[in-house]
């Protein structure tokens, strides 16, 4: 009974989270509106990648996908579904909303594990154009 009710519970948390298209519209209006107030509190909160790949280096542990055996595709697949890991909405829910998520997904796999096909980013997409 307890896992029905946690299945519930997290049903409720996804849909609060996916508020559907109805709203989109309005909320990219209001995240347009307001965007310079939002970055001038979230700006400073983002260090830059340099200063954390040389923290994590200092520190002795893996800066990239391939210091942990990740091949690029896996991190495609990690950046495409890793926005359900969580029920509170994330740049990824953002990304996906305007469907440019798949696309970035793609461009920054190839960036952090090169091991990628020339073409990849096209493949993938041909790739889900059939299924």
Known sequence: METLWQDIRYGLRMLAKHRGASNRTKRFASLRERWDEIWAVL????????FLREALRRAGAPTTPADLGLSAERVHHALLVAREIRSR????????EVGVLDGWAAEIAGRLA????????????RERVRE
């Not at 909405?89 to 996906?96: H, I, K, N």
Request: proline share 18%; aromatic share 8%.
């Open 43 to 50: 700006g400073p909160l983002c260090p830059e990648s340099g």
């Open 89 to 96: 909405y994330t740049v990824l829910d953002l990304a996906a």
């Open 114 to 125: 090169p091991d990628l096909p020339e073409d990849y980013p096209a493949r993938i997409l």
